[in-house]
Structure formats: C-alpha cells, structure tokens
C-alpha cells in the first residue's frame, strides 16, 4: 500500500464512520420511537429521521466516496483492510445507483403507506391498502430495474437484505423444504386426528395467570446465562419486540408481556438476545465501519433462531430450567411436569399468523410470501389478484383458508414498510440455524450436557468464534462455507424438523 | 419582498430546519445517557456527539447560510419572518467568527477536564483540576478576542446565554441585590441568634421516611395541575435534574428522589417543570426554526423559579396542596401542621452548597462566581489563586469559610464544562420571575385565590400569551420591556424578599 493510498483509506474510514454514527443515532431515534416518546413527538421524529437518513445517504452517494474508494487501492478481500473496502464499495455502489428522487419518493409512499397498512388490517378492508401497495409495488419494481440484476429483478431487492442471494437458489431451498415439511405436517396431523389429541390442550400450560415482573425475571436470567452483557444493552418493553444497536457498545432488546400467555415473552426474549449476542460479539476494532454488525439478515436470523429453537425450545435446556420457571409460577405450573411443558412449547399446528406459526409450518408462511412477492415483482401477479392468491396459497400449503384479510394478505407490515426480498431472511436463518448448530456440535459434542446444566458458554465461544467476531467481513455463503465446509444447505434442518418432531408425535 | 427574496428565505429555512434537526437529536442523545444509556456506550456515545455537533456547526457556518441571509433581504424584527432572519444571522455571525480549530479544542479539553472535575472533587484535590481549568480558561479568553466586544471580554461570553447582557449592567444589578439582601440575611441571623431558634429544627419537616413512589405521584400531580402536558413529555429519573426537548413536541423533564428528603424531587419537579411550560407554550410555527425555544437562559430560568419558588413556596399553594402531601405521607407529617411545612421550606440559612441554597443566599453565591469568573477572563486573578479568592468572598458575603474545595470552589461543573457567563443567568431568572410575577398579579388579581384553589389556569394563560408563546422572537430585553413596560429591574424582587422572609422570621 503506498502513503497515498493509506491517507486515501484513512480519510475513507473518517468519511465511513460519520456514515455509520448518523446510522446508530437513526436506530437510537427508532427505540426511543418505540418505547419512551410522547405522543406528540411523532411528527417531528420524523423530521428527524427523515433528516438524518438523507444526510447519511448524500454522504455515502457523494462522490468524493467514490474517490477515495478508487484512491485506497485493489481491495485484497482476505485481509480486513480488504473486506472493509470491498463492504463500502458495495454500500456506495448500491446506494449511489438509485436516483435521490426515487429515494425520497419512496420514503414519502412508505410513510403514508404504513399508517393506510394500520387502518387497514384494523378494519380488514384490503382496498384502504391497495393503492398504496401498487405504488410501493411500482417504486420496488423501478428500484430493482435502477440497481440492476442478471436474471431477475427481485434478485436486486433480495441483495438488500441477503447479499448474493438470487430467486433461482431460493426456489431449490424451498422446494426441498417443502418435499420434506408437508409430508411431516400430513403425518402429525394424521397421527393427532387418530389419537384424538388436541393442539388446544398440548398447548394449555402456556395459558394461565403469569405476572409480568416474573416473567420478566425468568427471561433476563436466561439470557444472562447465555451470555448478554447488560453492561453494553438493556431490556425495556414495546408493543412490537425488536434488537437494535444505537451505538458502539449499545445493543439493546425490546420484550412484549401477555399475562395471561408465557410464549410472547419468553421466546420473545432469546429471539431477540439471539440477535444481540450476535451484534455484541463482532470484533470490537471494528466500530463504525462497515464491518460492524451482522453480515446479513439471514444470518442473524440464524443467530436468533437458535438461541429460540435449537436451545430454547430443546429438551435439555428445560431439563435444567423448567424446576426454576415452575418456582416463579408455582400456581400455574403446579400440575405440569418438564415433559408436559416441553410438548406445549412445541406444538405443530398449521394456523394462520405467521409470527405464531410453529418452526415447522412457519417456512410454509415465507414460501408463500416468497412466491407471491417476487411474481409481483415480475409482473406476472397484480396486487388486485393478491388476496385471492394469498388465500388460494394458504389452502394449498397449509390447508387453511383466513378467516379475513386481517388474517391473511394483511397481517405482516412489511410490504407496506416497502420490504420487498426480506420474507426469506427467515428462512434461510432457520436452515442455517441448524446447519450452524451441528457443526458446534461436532467440534464440542458437550454442548448438549452444558446446556443440560444451564451454561451456554462452550457453544456461545464457538458462535463468537467462527460466527460473531467477523461481523461482515465475510459475505453470508462465504462465512457458511468457511464455518461448515458446505453451502447453505436445508438437509441438515430437515432432519432435525422430522428426528424433533418425529419423536413428539410419536411418528416412527 | 422580491420573489427572489423569497426563495432564498425558504432554502435558507430548509436548511435552518436541518440544523435544528441534528441539534434537537443532540438533545436525545443526552437524555438517553443521563438516563438509560448502557455504561459501554459512553465512547461510543462521545462519537456519534461529536459528530452531530460538527455536522451542525459546519452547516451553520457554511458560506452558503450566510448568502441565503444576505439573498433574504433586510429584516424587519417587527415581524416574525423579520425576527426570524436576525435570530438566524445573530447565530451565523456568532459561530462564523469561531475558528473550526478552536472549537475542537474546546471539545476536546473540556471532554477532559469534565472527568478530571469528578475526580478532582472526589477527592477534594485542587491541583487535579487547576491544569484543565487553566487550559479552559486560555480558550475561552481567545474565544472573547475572536468573538469580539466593546467593553469587557467577559461580555463576549455572557452574550452565548443572554444575548445583550454586559458585566456593566450585571454589576448594577448584583449590587443593588447586595445592598438588599445582606442586610436581610444578617436580620435573620441575629433573630434567629436571640431566639435561640435553630435552622435544623425549622427543616425537620422535610427529612424522615418519604417512599420515592408517593413523591413522585405527588410531583406528577402537582405539575399536570401546573398545565404540564404529558402528551409532549415525560418524567424520567437522572442524578442530576434536567429539562430538554429532544424534539418539536417532546419537552422532557428527569427528577432526582431522595427517600429520606422531600425537597430534591419536590422542588426539582416544579423546577423543571417550569423550564418545560415554557418550551411547551412556544408558538408551534415555530418548529424547526431558530424562534423554537426560550429566548436565553435568564428568561429560561425566570420561568423555572416562578414555579418552583413564588408558585410552590408560597403559602397560598400549600394552603391547597398541604392535606395532599399529608394524605400520602400521613407518618412522617403527622405532627406538622401547614404553617410549619411552609417555615421548613423558607429556612433563610448561609450555606457552603449553592444547589442547596436558599431563595435568599442563593443570589450571593451567583455574584461570587460572576466577579470571579469575570476576573479570570480579564486576567485579574489567576487559577492558582482561585480557591482562596474564592474562601475570601464566601467568608465576605456568607460567613463561611468552606471544609474543602469540594464544598468550595470545586463544588459546580460549569467551569469544567467551560461554561464562563452562565452562572449570572440563575441571578437573572430570579430577578425577572418576581418582575413577570407582579405583571401577571397586575392583570389578574384572582391568580393568588385561584393558586389557593389548586389552580393556575389563569397564571399560565398570562405567561403563555405574554412570554411563552413568542419563543425566540424577541430578545431578552425587548421581551421583559414588553412585558412588564420596564427593562430588568431588582427592586420588585427585593422588595418581595425582604416581605416573605421578614414576615417569616418577624423582622417587623
């Protein structure tokens, strides 16, 4: 590297961690959006937010990033150096092909589009949404055409969210996701309708009086355990839970509380540890840069998948645990045994909310969402034939036709927040879930009995190790080949739905 | 206005706009840390301020703010666009003249000597702190040479938080206050010597078992009676009380609570609480605009005195409020009547601790510090000879001689933060809430029942219409000879010391 590039790169990096201050504050003005600000406050955070994204987006798009970008030299992607520049040629060329207007424009439809989507799944009524969907729809589709794809625009859009995701793989993932869940789904709702067995009753001993502050205790000691630092996060409550760094050493969950219902919360709060256990553990030089934080969302959806699923809703993490959650609900668990707990957590029942779907049915709700958006995108479904489609797709995967459009094309905010190519983070995040846990498993087989003992810290090293410190340094399919030798790969997730699920319907 | 005028009037507004923007967002990242802010985002924290503050002074400064005021035509301050437009050069000019290099010294050195503060009063260490001061000092007296004056460097700098105070006017007025209340404060040390009455006796009242639940409830009631509106607000708990609006429609407030004494939230709720009504009530045109907001910090604080002191120190409040208080704290009151509740909130007593002094003392405290810093920036005195000047004048003007430095000159963080100018504003916020009281009273007479009732409708209306709404458009002067027909005057405020403190004490 000369001394002309190093001032180049030098100046890049001051440049980039403007960039990605302006970003952290954004995310402090969302929480605090979420949590704490008065009412009245909300036009102007808008301003605010509105202000502070388009001064991070004239910085990244201004040309003297472009210059420097050039002036640091050939990016060699297996040094850090490298990996940094190539991150931020990236962020700059993406950003830098779509024209300011088609930007603003998009902010200003997805604003309004966003309280129509309230209204509208309130009152169920899909025609106080669908115009503004079929601009959203229009927006996304100039945006994939400005960005550029090879074979198919939702391509462009899946980037977003999933660098180097592309339709044509995604459509081999779910096919054979699907070959192996619909049979599953089939045979357990066979065995169910044979023995007489009802979901309604599996699931009861998650339903009953469970105060808050207990609840609230029992999931700040989980994560705890697997190992969230309070002293760089905090827990508070809002209506939709989220994660969120707004700031180098901040990584902060959110939790929603149902009295009368023990999953929103406890699951809730390892989902979102998950993700923040992932964003604590990136590599601490990397602050303010494009490193920092998760590669994509697909794998920090992995992250909290498997803190959820893999160790939260797994046998011998209640083997330890359920005798400390039956001591804080003494009442409502008193004639629930570990076993018994452990089958309500894990009922497997077609329904129509994605967000309470099981972990096997709930790829059945990305497959729709996946097929439906990107044939919007091509063109070849319009946003008058959505619900019809929706509830045809619903029927066919999973048997269920929505009882109402609130129930159905409207449930999910997603589309009308513009998040287009987003829906199959999820799924890639379950499959990669499991891909990832096996090969911890592989190196440390103790795993299981740690967990057994209530410690995480064996599997939370090797997560930080080969996952978390990277950041996004490596791309997803690079960092998954590195860390499992394979490319994403929905096998291994397959057997673990039907060994799991096999086991508790008693299938073989 | 030409058509040209007006289209660098509105670019110039946008771009106003912005600068409030990133300034109010300054102002959430502040609360956050003195509230919820994880302690491993403090340097992360520092940066994202850094940047914020440098972002909005660059485009403050930015030559092209000072075209747009140039192409805006010349103001008419009778008029809001007019008003608007001076305001605006007055904070061009003011940073303009700021050298970039000399205001991140000045952040740096003071991010420094902030921390050396704390730890230099700690452990009560003079020497820990004198370098930062001496450093701090060096810059604020090159500031004054750049930011110019016609009289006094002092000026210079008393203009950043009362624009167009001057140490001439100041020191009229500090001694027209001594020649009033160092007679009244010797009264009542040689009553209170002849009849054996003890301060300590007279407070009793305010110390014993206050549980932090009921004073807030009680703090909350008080100020939603005041007009506080909760709808564009709320109440958080920091060590050291504030008030900040971290946004159009948000003017939140924090409280400290101490279990074992009423006054800190009791009084630092009202206190507040002032500061917010006033924020509250500006004009809502206003947003995003150089008017938002108080017109200086003397005015701010005449709003959070009038409150806190002629409003809940009076008798004719808790001749309302006293059962309440009593009702919620029926232990440790129940041997208080009214009368003596009253007595133990007016104890007139020199003290080493300005933040815990009294109505009366406290003003003495504020010409200390105004003739000392004042000193300092014309050279007169030095920082090695601080600590003693400043036991000399607390023995000259208290009679008391401080334990330490930490209880002396060591006691307040304003020097440290390189706040030089701002201690006379308190001074002035007390002179001007009596001069703005009697102006109310005037126009409404009912104000001291309806205060008796529980109710300040009318006092807040007056203050609405007279200072309130108008925000920043008027200066401090034009505001108060608005408003009262007279420029700042202390005789009213003596006049009603020497009346409450000599009836309480029965001088007469």
């Given at each position: 590297m000369t001394s002309k590039q190093e001032t180049a790169y030098q100046q890049l990096k001051d440049r980039l961690a403007t960039i990605s201050d302006l970003q952290s504050v954004q995310s402090l003005l969302f929480w605090d959006q979420q949590t704490y600000m008065p009412k009245g406050a909300v036009a102007g955070r808008a301003e605010q937010r509105a202000t502070l994204s388009r001064l991070s987006h004239e910085m990244l798009v201004d040309a003297e990033t472009g210059r420097l970008l050039d002036a640091s030299g050939e990016p060699d992607p297996s040094s850090e150096r490298g990996a940094l520049l190539r991150r931020a040629r990236r962020d700059y060329e993406r950003a830098a092909k779509m024209p300011a207007d088609l930007v603003a424009r998009t902010s200003r439809v997805t604003a309004l589009s966003e309280s129509a989507w309230v209204r509208a799944r309130e009152e169920s009524d899909w025609t106080l949404f669908a115009p503004h969907l079929e601009e959203i729809l229009s927006l996304k589709r100039e945006a994939a055409e400005f960005l550029g794809y090879e074979h198919h625009p939702y391509d462009a859009l899946l980037d977003a969210y999933e660098p180097g995701a592309k339709k044509a793989r995604l459509e081999t993932m779910f096919e054979e996701l699907k070959r192996g869940i619909v049979p599953l789904i089939r045979a357990v709702a066979e065995q169910s309708a044979e023995r007489g067995r009802d979901s309604e009753d599996r699931a009861a001993p998650l339903y009953g009086r469970f105060g808050e502050d207990r609840q609230e205790e029992f999931g700040r000691a989980v994560i705890s355990a697997f190992g969230y630092d309070w002293g760089r996060g905090r827990q508070d409550r809002s209506v939709h839970p989220f994660c969120v760094g707004?700031?180098?050493?901040?990584?902060?969950?959110?939790?929603?509380?149902?009295?009368?219902?023990?999953?929103?919360?406890?699951?809730?709060?390892?989902?979102?540890?998950?993700?923040?256990?992932?964003?604590?553990?990136?590599?601490?030089?990397y602050a303010r840069t494009p490193l920092d934080g998760g590669t994509s969302m697909g794998v920090h959806e992995s992250q909290s998948r498997l803190w959820e699923n893999l160790v939260g809703r797994s046998r011998p993490f209640w083997a330890c645990y359920y005798s400390k959650l039956q001591e804080l609900f003494p009442e409502a668990l008193k004639e629930v045994d570990a076993e018994g707990f452990y089958r309500a957590?894990?009922?497997?029942?077609?329904?129509?909310?994605?967000?309470e779907a099981d972990e096997v049915t709930y790829n059945l709700h990305i497959l729709l969402r996946f097929e439906l958006?990107?044939?919007?995108?091509?063109?070849?479904?319009?946003?008058?034939?959505?619900?019809?489609?929706?509830?045809?797709?619903?029927?066919?995967?999973?048997?269920?036709?929505?009882?109402?459009?609130?129930?159905?094309?409207?449930?999910?905010?997603?589309?009308?927040?513009?998040?287009?190519?987003?829906?199959?983070?999820y799924t890639i995040g379950n499959v990669l879930s499991v891909q990832l846990f096996d090969a911890a498993l592989k190196a440390h087989p103790g795993i299981t009995e740690q967990i057994e003992n209530g410690e995480f810290s064996v599997l939370l090293g090797w997560l930080r190790e080969n996952v978390h410190r990277h950041g996004s340094r490596y791309y997803p399919d690079e960092l998954i080949e590195r860390v499992t030798s394979r490319p994403l790969d929905p096998a291994p997730y397959l057997s673990y739905l039907n060994n799991k699920f096999g086991e508790l319907y008693e299938l073989v």
């Open positions: 707004p700031g180098h050493g901040d990584v902060r969950i959110t939790t929603r509380f149902d009295p009368g219902w023990l999953s929103p919360a406890l699951f809730g709060t390892m989902h979102e540890a998950g993700h923040a256990l992932y964003t604590q553990g990136v590599n601490q030089d957590i894990n009922v497997l029942e077609p329904s129509e909310i994605r967000v958006e990107a044939a919007l995108i091509e063109g070849s479904l319009s946003i008058a034939d959505l619900p019809t489609a929706w509830n045809a797709k619903m029927e066919e995967y999973l048997g269920i036709v929505p009882k109402n459009d609130s129930a159905g094309v409207l449930q999910d905010i997603h589309w009308a927040d513009g998040l287009f190519g987003y829906f199959p983070t």
